[in-house]
């Protein structure tokens, strides 16, 4: 049976990179040798890393005074290695849910943290808007997608102090004003890469604003200064990554990817507007193009378990909502196809025609 993979991450990757990625693993570029046991500093590699770099900055129009370069430990190494870097007294943080929690933790080892505006009075269900950005900061930090609750900033802010935004879930998936921040990264493991590589995206003059003496893998300078091969990198996800990042240009690049985003998120948030046994959880401003969460409709919620079973037994995967919000989340991430959604949509049809 045909399987339609939603899973909220490590997720979906275009086809072609499964394929190249396979190839890359018996002989890798004709060397005879695997991509899994080649040397980092091998020019076949750093022809890899550097077409990952170069297609990175042409599809997101990353202008010439940022520095991108790819480690590993997750976006949970970036929660504190942000502040260890940049956060000499106070810096301001927007609270969206359980990744923004996870990084003002981090951030209270190195300075005080001002939650400039939180939507948890609502279990994080929208994005809060309006709030104020004081001058003395040492940095603003959002989350741009809320993968557990599905909620999405839809405009790049403007603010008076440097912009640090984890991306982790929506990097590529919509066009963004990379100007406009001075720091954005994120995990791969969504929309770009299998588990274990993350992006940083760095403008120069916050390369200079180091704010301690920090052991030298948590220096942002060594990893820019390197170009990501202070210490092996990981290999693997990035010659991934490269193949991902391919894709996307092959079919019109970020732009084209947003519209397909658009009308894949369509198909299915209309369908949870009309299906009497649904409803959307996130206020309809914030939905969010990549993760769609729902739950059962008021005085439905008892056929939750039985709709799970349903949908799993005509090969939907990874479905079901994180234990914070219930319900259901569908992450439909840029590879995910189209005839997926509607895969979704029909099952969520039928199950409605069963239960009328
Ligand atoms: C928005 C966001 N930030 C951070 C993380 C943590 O990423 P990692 O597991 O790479 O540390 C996740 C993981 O799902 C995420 O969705």
Request: charged residues 20%; contains cysteine.
């Amino acid at each position: 049976m045909k399987k339609h993979n939603f899973s909220a991450g490590p997720s979906i990757l275009p086809e072609i990179a499964y394929q190249n990625a396979a190839k890359a693993i018996l002989d890798f570029n004709g060397t005879g040798l695997s991509i899994l046991s080649i040397s980092h500093r091998t020019k076949d590699f750093e022809d890899v890393l550097a077409s990952a770099q170069s297609l990175m900055r042409e599809l997101l129009n990353i202008p010439e005074n940022y520095h991108i370069y790819f480690v590993g430990g997750g976006a949970s190494t970036q929660f504190f290695h942000i502040p260890a870097n940049f956060l000499a007294t106070k810096a301001g943080y927007v609270n969206t849910g359980v990744w923004t929690k996870k990084a003002i933790k981090e951030a209270k080892y190195y300075g005080q943290v001002e939650i400039l505006a939180t939507s948890e009075d609502r279990n994080f269900c929208y994005i809060p808007k309006g709030f104020e950005i004081p001058a003395d900061l040492d940095y603003l930090y959002i989350c741009t997608n809320n993968t557990i609750y599905g909620t999405q900033y839809k405009e790049d802010i403007d603010s008076p102090v440097p912009l640090i935004a984890d991306m982790s879930s929506d990097i590529l998936s919509r066009p963004i004003d990379v100007s406009k921040y001075a720091l954005i990264y994120g995990g791969a493991q969504k929309n770009l890469a299998p588990a274990g590589v993350s992006f940083v995206i760095v403008r120069d003059d916050m390369l200079t604003k180091v704010v301690r003496e920090l052991p030298t893998m948590m220096n942002v300078n060594t990893h820019a200064e390197n170009n990501s091969m202070f210490n092996t990198p990981p290999v693997f996800p990035i010659f991934v990554m490269n193949e991902t990042l391919k894709w996307i240009k092959s079919i019109g690049g970020v732009e084209a990817m947003y519209k397909i985003n658009v009308e894949k998120a369509q198909i299915l948030y209309d369908e949870i507007e009309r299906n009497t046994l649904f409803r959307a959880t996130v206020d309809k401003a914030d939905r969010s193009l990549m993760n769609i969460c729902f739950v059962m409709a008021e005085g439905k919620e008892d056929l939750a378990a039985d709709f799970l079973k349903f949908a799993t037994e005509r090969g939907m995967v990874g479905i079901k909502g994180h234990r914070l919000v219930g319900g259901f989340r569908a992450s439909c991430y840029n590879a995910l196809p189209k005839e997926s959604v509607e895969a979704l949509v029909a099952c969520m049809q039928e199950f409605e025609q069963l239960h009328k």
